[in-house]
């Protein structure tokens, strides 16, 4: 049965200082001062974006610091933040969630990481294999949900020992700030099943996004729980298609097929994700189509994890509704091009997600 009307929640990303750029196209200097990532979340909110997600990684801001500055400088922006077990004992990340959570009325998400690529996550001194870095992350999880929801939460497992005698403060929100997780693997999808309060998905064809829909409602019925459901897309919509197609094809300029080969054949080596595993191996004609408006061209010349969905701002829009049908409740949404593709989902897209969020707000 298909869930209509149950879109909560427009999300952009919180881009590396890289990708930053003022309106003529020169690099943002974070070295003098806060004001422009003030003036850049602000401008989030203006433009009618429910939340932030900060994302965690080598290269990357701390999402502590960011999330901290943005929560003082607006007023209704949630923020999603992004952070990997491991790296953090979990009692002190609960601990840290909470006082964000009050410092910003209740405006507090937490993106789980389990990590998936391995240069990144032995740069950072995490050498755990794949399934053990799951098994820590459901430790991980079972921890802070205790601690935000128990005055006193003593616990022994494999990874972490508490050992509690003062009573914990409890976070604004209740039961406690939600919890985002993704993952293709069995291990992700059953911890997503016990724990995540969103289930996050990378775009995917309109009926392997259906499936998997299905199969985490299934898992999550046996522990009587209903997680609520986030896709994510890079977007690229231009006024036609036609010009769509030209900015896809100008951005594709520099990148050889030999250059594409060589980037996959590197990601394959470094990652674990079964999820990013998925995506490069969908079939696609010799466009790159591999659904409708869903296009793979890009995917191994950035190095992206994501497809990115293409064409008229019509049919972008369209494509998004009919995901929407499947029961998503998060959109998260990022531009191929910061900027310039930024504009064009604020400006065109927004507006139109915003009446069906509306409608889903009033039933």
């Given at each position: 049965?298909?869930?209509?009307?149950?879109?909560?929640?427009?999300?952009?990303?919180?881009?590396?200082?890289?990708?930053?750029?003022?309106?003529?196209?020169?690099?943002?200097?974070?070295?003098?001062?806060?004001?422009?990532?003030?003036?850049?979340?602000?401008?989030?909110?203006?433009?009618?974006?429910?939340?932030?997600?900060?994302?965690?990684?080598?290269?990357?801001p701390d999402p502590w610091i960011v999330?901290?500055?943005?929560?003082?400088?607006?007023?209704?922006?949630?923020?999603?933040?992004?952070?990997r077990p491991g790296f953090i004992a979990?009692?002190?990340?609960?601990?840290?969630?909470?006082?964000?959570?009050?410092?910003?009325?209740?405006?507090?998400?937490?993106?789980?990481?389990?990590?998936?690529?391995?240069?990144?996550?032995?740069?950072?001194?995490?050498?755990?294999?794949?399934?053990?870095?799951?098994?820590?992350?459901?430790?991980?999880?079972?921890?802070?949900?205790?601690?935000?929801?128990?005055?006193?939460?003593?616990?022994?497992?494999?990874?972490?020992?508490?050992?509690?005698?003062?009573?914990?403060?409890?976070?604004?929100?209740?039961?406690?700030?939600?919890?985002?997780?993704?993952?293709?693997?069995?291990?992700?999808?059953?911890?997503?099943?016990?724990?995540?309060?969103?289930?996050?998905?990378?775009?995917?064809?309109?009926?392997?996004?259906?499936?998997?829909i299905a199969e985490i409602r299934e898992?999550?019925?046996?522990?009587?729980?209903?997680?609520?459901?986030?896709?994510?897309?890079?977007?690229?919509?231009?006024?036609?298609?036609?010009?769509?197609?030209?900015?896809?094809?100008?951005?594709?300029?520099?990148?050889?097929?030999?250059?594409?080969?060589?980037?996959?054949?590197?990601?394959?080596?470094?990652?674990?994700?079964?999820?990013?595993?998925?995506?490069?191996?969908?079939?696609?004609?010799?466009?790159?189509?591999?659904?409708?408006?869903?296009?793979?061209?890009?995917?191994?010349?950035?190095?992206?994890?994501?497809?990115?969905?293409?064409?008229?701002?019509?049919?972008?829009?369209?494509?998004?509704?009919?995901?929407?049908?499947?029961?998503?409740?998060?959109?998260?949404?990022?531009?191929?091009?910061?900027?310039?593709?930024?504009?064009?989902?604020?400006?065109?897209?927004?507006?139109?997600?915003?009446?069906?969020?509306?409608?889903?707000?009033?039933?």
């Open positions: 049965m298909m869930a209509t009307n149950c879109l909560r929640e427009i999300v952009t990303v919180f881009p590396g200082f890289s990708e930053l750029r003022d309106s003529e196209g020169h690099p943002l200097n974070f070295q003098n001062g806060l004001e422009p990532l003030i003036r850049l979340s602000q401008q989030w909110e203006q433009q009618g974006y429910d939340s932030v997600l900060i994302p965690v990684g080598t290269g990357l999330a901290s500055v943005i929560s003082q400088h607006t007023q209704k922006l949630r923020l999603l933040l992004a952070l979990p009692a002190v990340a609960a601990r840290m969630g909470t006082t964000l959570d009050y410092f910003s009325q209740g405006r507090v998400a937490l993106n789980i990481v389990t990590g998936s690529a391995l240069n990144q996550m032995q740069q950072d001194g995490d050498f755990h294999e794949h399934s053990m870095r799951y098994q820590r992350t459901e430790e991980f999880l079972t921890v802070v949900r205790g601690v935000w929801t128990h005055r006193r939460f003593p616990y022994s497992g494999k990874f972490y020992q508490l050992q509690q005698t003062f009573d914990n403060d409890q976070p604004l929100q209740r039961p406690h700030p939600p919890i985002y997780f993704g993952g293709a693997s069995e291990q992700a999808k059953h911890i997503a099943a016990q724990q995540a309060d969103v289930y996050m998905m990378w775009a995917e064809p309109l009926d392997k996004i259906r499936a998997r898992l999550a019925a046996r522990y009587k729980r209903e997680p609520g459901f986030s896709i994510s897309f890079r977007i690229l919509a231009r006024d036609t298609a036609e010009e769509a197609w030209e900015a896809a094809q100008q951005a594709l300029q520099g990148f050889s097929q030999q250059d594409k080969e060589r980037t996959e054949k590197y990601y394959l080596s470094v990652t674990e994700s079964v999820g990013q595993k998925r995506i490069l191996a969908f079939e696609h004609d010799k466009d790159g189509w591999v659904d409708k408006n869903l296009w793979a061209g890009l995917t191994c010349a950035i190095w992206s994890h994501s497809l990115l969905l293409l064409g008229s701002v019509d049919e972008v829009a369209k494509r998004l509704n009919d995901y929407l049908d499947l029961g998503i409740s998060t959109l998260l949404l990022r531009g191929h091009a910061f900027m310039q593709d930024g504009d064009v989902i604020a400006t065109k897209l927004l507006p139109r997600l915003r009446e069906r969020l509306i409608q889903a707000q009033v039933r």
